[in-house]
């Protein structure tokens, strides 16, 4: 079985409220991806695969940015109604799904996080690299990471960066799409970053968290994360007084994250990644529908079943760490 733990869907009711939130234009990689939001042509997408079932989650945009935090309950009890009605009435689709929050309102977000967990049965959260701009180890936000360890479900997190943040100081916008090419692996390492500095693992020792696209920089660079992190401690002691809180290494303790294997195809970036984080901890996921829909699973699938990994560690990519990680 290849239990696919990150795909985006947005249920029929959410994507008609989204619609009369947001300009359309704005959003057109997102309407115009049809699997994204019709279910026949989601159906049809996952049906040319064999022995192959996803885990969904909402997609862009985060719901803190479309109201509120009076009116941002509302729409993830919207989204996780919704996608708990399509994981019940095709199970042989969709595995599990990861319910949306109202970060902007974290005591909704757990009372939330409760409710789609015991109610409607979702296997873990999604949450975004920064919340309108404030970093995820805000202690507002500690109360949401505790109640999903003691909840025992993982959290997916996902970058969020706009051409709003511009590439440099004298320009007003980003350009060339940067922002989204480089700037989400950006944004996910940067989340990551404060996570660890912020002695979250410490603090919880059974959280679980899965970086999308395979970690982003962390693996890549894991040189500069070891010296960068040493030599510039001598010049901040925000940063020593940071690392005297950690109970290993910066880069051990980012190897403490779950990596998923969404990488459009690049099987460089997933080898990279599995020898950083290794096969306990990588997850297969495509990110479907996008990186230009069914193809991208046909080669996320083709990249693992080319790993020079054993068949052991092969499964527990392809399902068996999903299995462990949702308590499937």
């Known amino acids: 079985m290849r239990l696919d733990i990150y795909t985006h869907f947005f249920p029929?009711?959410?994507?008609?409220?989204?619609?009369?939130?947001?300009?359309?234009?704005?959003?057109?990689?997102?309407?115009?991806?049809?699997?994204?939001?019709?279910?026949?042509?989601?159906l049809r997408m996952i049906e040319g695969f064999a022995e192959y079932r996803?885990?969904?989650?909402?997609?862009?945009?985060?719901?803190?940015?479309?109201?509120?935090?009076?009116?941002?309950?509302?729409?993830?009890?919207m989204v996780n109604d919704g996608l708990a009605e399509l994981c019940a009435s095709h199970p042989?689709?969709?595995?599990?799904?990861?319910?949306s929050l109202p970060m902007n309102n974290p005591e909704a977000a757990v009372a939330e996080i409760d409710r789609a967990v015991k109610q409607l049965g979702a296997r873990g959260v999604q949450i975004f690299s920064n919340v309108n701009g404030r970093p995820l180890d805000d202690p507002a936000f500690f109360p949401i990471f505790q109640r999903m360890a003691e909840h025992d479900l993982p959290i997916w997190l996902h970058p969020v960066r706009t051409a709003a943040h511009s590439d440099y100081s004298a320009l007003e916008s980003s350009k060339y799409a940067a922002f989204f090419t480089f700037g989400w692996p950006y944004e996910t390492t940067l989340a990551m970053t404060h996570l660890v500095f912020s002695g979250l693992f410490e603090k919880l020792p059974g959280i679980k968290i899965i970086a999308h696209h395979m970690g982003a920089m962390?693996?890549?660079?894991?040189?500069?994360?070891?010296?960068?992190?040493?030599?510039?401690?001598q010049v901040s002691p925000e940063l020593q007084a940071a690392r005297a809180v950690l109970t290993l290494s910066p880069t051990d303790t980012y190897?403490?994250?779950?990596?998923?294997?969404?990488?459009f195809g690049?099987?460089?970036?997933?080898?990279?990644?599995?020898?950083?984080?290794?096969p306990q901890q990588a997850v297969f996921g495509s990110d479907a529908p996008f990186g230009r829909g069914a193809s991208n699973?046909?080669?996320?699938?083709?990249?693992?079943?080319?790993?020079?990994?054993s068949d052991e560690e092969r499964a527990l990519i392809f399902e068996g760490n999903a299995k462990r990680l949702l308590r499937l």
């Open 12 to 42: 029929a009711r959410f994507f008609a409220k989204l619609q009369t939130l947001v300009e359309p234009a704005r959003m057109a990689p997102w309407f115009n991806n049809q699997p994204l939001h019709d279910l026949d042509e989601r």
């Open 54 to 77: 996803q885990v969904i989650a909402n997609s862009m945009p985060p719901l803190e940015t479309l109201g509120g935090p009076e009116a941002t309950p509302e729409l993830a009890r």
């Open 92 to 99: 042989e689709h969709f595995a599990a799904f990861a319910a």
């Open 218 to 233: 962390v693996p890549f660079f894991e040189g500069r994360v070891g010296v960068g992190f040493e030599e510039f401690a």
């Open 255 to 263: 190897r403490m994250f779950y990596a998923d294997t969404a990488l």
């Open 266 to 278: 690049s099987a460089a970036g997933v080898r990279c990644g599995l020898s950083f984080f290794g």
């Open 297 to 309: 699973i046909e080669a996320t699938i083709r990249i693992v079943e080319d790993l020079e990994v």
